[in-house]
Nanobody, 124 residues
Framework: QVQLVESGGRLVQVGDSLRVSCVGSGPTFSPTYMAWYRKPPGKDLQFVGL????????LYVDAVKARFTISRDNAQNTMYLQMDNLKPEDTARYYC?????????????????WGQGTQVTVSS
């Protein structure tokens, strides 16, 4: 069974930077893609970005493209989300998810495993 555990979320100020992490574990943990999603208060789940586990290629939603960076450490089974110049609208619970599909997609239904989330709050 695959387990994903996020960490690093906290209260920050506008303009601050923050890095959150997602550690994968389990004997079958071997994703093709991993993604970050977020759920702002009172809003639907939003795609943030993804990374191909093998090649490290990334894809981002336009709203974060110039400010967020996704990276991974395959040896540590860890994915990171570096968030710079944070804005109040980035306030959300951030979830990581893993996929074994060959399709490069932002569709959450393609991601079979999800973490419990980590809360990021940006205060103005």
């Amino acid at each position: 069974q695959v387990q994903l555990v996020e960490s690093g979320g906290r209260l920050v100020q506008v303009g601050d930077s923050l890095r959150v992490s997602c550690v994968g574990s389990g004997p079958t943990f071997s994703p093709t893609y991993m993604a970050w999603y977020r759920k702002p208060p009172g809003k639907d789940l939003q795609f943030v970005g993804l990374i191909s586990w093998g090649g490290g290629n990334t894809l981002y939603v336009d709203a974060v493209k110039a400010r967020f960076t996704i990276s991974r450490d395959n040896a540590q089974n860890t994915m990171y989300l570096q968030m710079d110049n944070l804005k109040p609208e980035d306030t959300a619970r951030y979830y990581c998810a893993s996929s074994i599909s060959t399709a490069l997609t932002a569709q959450p239904t393609e991601y079979a495993h999800w973490g419990q989330g980590t809360q990021v709050t940006v205060s103005s």
